[in-house]
């Protein structure tokens, strides 16, 4: 495709704000039809331009030129007039509206008698659903569904406006193999009808396999552009953090600890929108990372919850070291040892207006208290440790949680687990967002925790992030566990295929056990 296709472009763009420069000189050129990958690690400047090309900031020197013609858009309202979508790795919609109603708010249809029309906005709601891969009932409530589920419902609001250039910044973060081919259609669809597409991404394989062509952003400048035929990850791995990118050769570790964490035939209701467990019994040992991996409406989360006591349980039993924790709450789960990361760090993980410290230490109030009043010396000097062992990049642990990126958020979030001193931390989707860097740091971590002597477990879709982090994988289907594989015998074949089972071979007693 030539230059003369360009459709949108920046260039010069410098963004300063008091204290730093977000963006130094960058220019980036959007041609009609194409996926561009806009990529590098958090702090790199990629938000920052998203925001400018997508009129949520202006910058403080350069030009934006749409079809040849300067603009200067003051407002998110002002580029999407133009026809400029920006789809948000943190969900925008309301949870307490229907999927249809989500989809069209601020587009309703309106009849001839200027009233909206439902009736039109149910029947092209259940088109855009269908394009998405998705049956589900528009007059479903969103809140009712799974994370997933709901970022697709976002893409699908960006299908209702008709965009010519849509920015996606990480699209994928909450979906699995299946639902990733369905959105991965739609955006060939999309480009091959002339729709400029920026992508923004942690998974560079990813990358490479949607996008014509990639821009690298290293600490807010241009540092590298490339047809992504031409290139492969360790080029962009090395663009972005300035060092050559050398494969980890992790060895297996055959973990010989006592079993801490002994699941027995567990069973969760099925709700709208989750899925529910049938008599799901595994092991974690001490010093070992069991991987759990399974599509969108595997049950994983639902599994986690489960064991916390956050969601009902109908059968079945957990114990942990012997100790049986059936009929405990939340709070007293983790006071015995088990604890959890959360799949949703903005909705269940942080406490918006605390700082760094005080999200760190909700979870271990009791233990830090003296008399009903927190042992400040006792709590920081744990929190400064966590926050060194956990690499958190901040001014200090005064600093707001609002004000760090996405990967030191998680850190934050990991961070106030384990200073609850857990005897097995369960990890949901734990580098969901984050940047390569952030998430080598994150598996690091958990295998550091195991190292420890803690049992710890962590669900993903991402099967590379499996095969690198798992001691030991469980492959979830459908409420069920469809397989166990050690690390040694798994590949991202044998993991899709028992993650796709549509059956399962049970024991004769008709439950899965895995030891």
């Not at 194409?34 to 949520?56: D, M, W, Y």
């Not at 999200?359 to 400064?384: D, F, H, I, K």
């Amino acid at each position: 495709m030539t230059d003369d296709a360009c459709l949108y472009e920046a260039t010069h763009i410098t963004k300063a704000y008091p204290g730093t420069t977000a963006l130094r000189d960058v220019t980036f050129r959007l041609r009609a039809g194409e996926v561009h990958a806009l990529i590098g690690e958090n702090g790199a400047g990629k938000s920052t331009l998203v925001k400018i090309l997508a009129g949520v900031d202006v910058p403080t020197s350069g030009t934006l030129r749409l079809d040849g013609r300067d603009v200067a858009f003051r407002s998110v309202g002002e580029a999407a007039a133009r026809g400029i979508g920006l789809i948000h790795q943190e969900l925008q919609l309301f949870p307490d509206l229907s999927i249809a109603e989500n989809l069209f708010v601020g587009r309703e249809r309106v009849n001839r008698w200027g009233t909206i029309d439902t009736a039109g906005q149910m029947d092209e709601a259940r088109r855009v659903l269908r394009r998405l891969g998705q049956d589900l009932d528009p007059r479903a409530m969103l809140g009712a569904l799974p994370l997933g589920l709901q970022q697709i419902v976002e893409i699908g609001r960006a299908l209702v406006a008709e965009t010519r250039v849509l920015m996606m910044d990480e699209p994928t973060s909450a979906l699995t193999t299946a639902e990733i081919r369905v959105l991965f259609a739609i955006i060939r669809d999309l480009a091959a009808r002339g729709v400029a597409i920026v992508y923004i991404s942690h998974h560079l394989h990813e990358l490479i396999e949607i996008a014509d062509r990639v821009t690298v952003l290293r600490d807010g400048v241009h540092v590298g552009e490339a047809a992504t035929s031409t290139i492969d990850v360790p080029w962009i791995v090395e663009r972005m953090t300035g060092r050559r990118a050398d494969r980890r050769n992790r060895q297996q570790v055959a973990p010989g600890g006592d079993v801490v964490l002994d699941v027995r035939d567990l069973s969760v209701p099925a709700a709208p929108g989750r899925t529910g467990l049938d008599r799901v019994s595994l092991q974690v040992r001490a010093g070992e990372v069991v991987g759990i991996y399974g599509l969108l409406g595997a049950g994983r989360t639902e599994l986690f919850e489960g064991l916390m006591g956050v969601c009902p349980v109908t059968g079945g039993e957990v114990r942990l070291s012997g100790r049986r924790l059936d009929g405990l709450d939340v709070s007293d789960r983790v006071a015995c040892g088990l604890a959890m990361v959360p799949e949703d760090r903005q909705a269940a993980g942080l406490v918006q207006p605390l700082d760094i410290l005080q999200n760190m230490a909700l979870s271990s109030l009791p233990r830090l208290a003296s008399w009903g009043l927190v042992r400040s010396s006792m709590e920081a000097a744990e929190g400064t440790a966590l926050a060194q062992r956990l690499r958190v990049k901040a001014a200090g642990l005064e600093t707001p949680v609002t004000a760090l990126s996405g990967g030191n958020q998680q850190k934050v979030v990991i961070a106030r687990s384990v200073m609850a001193r857990p005897r097995v931390l369960l990890f949901d989707d734990p580098t969901r967002g984050v940047d390569v860097a952030a998430k080598a740091e994150i598996l690091e971590t958990m295998r550091s925790l195991a190292a420890d002597g803690l049992g710890v477990a962590f669900a993903s879709s991402d099967l590379a992030e499996i095969l690198d982090g798992a001691d030991r994988v469980l492959v979830m289907a459908r409420g069920h566990i469809s397989g166990e594989v050690p690390i040694a015998d798994a590949t991202e074949a044998s993991l899709t295929a028992l993650a796709s089972a549509s059956a399962l071979v049970a024991e004769s007693d008709g439950a899965v056990h895995v030891h």
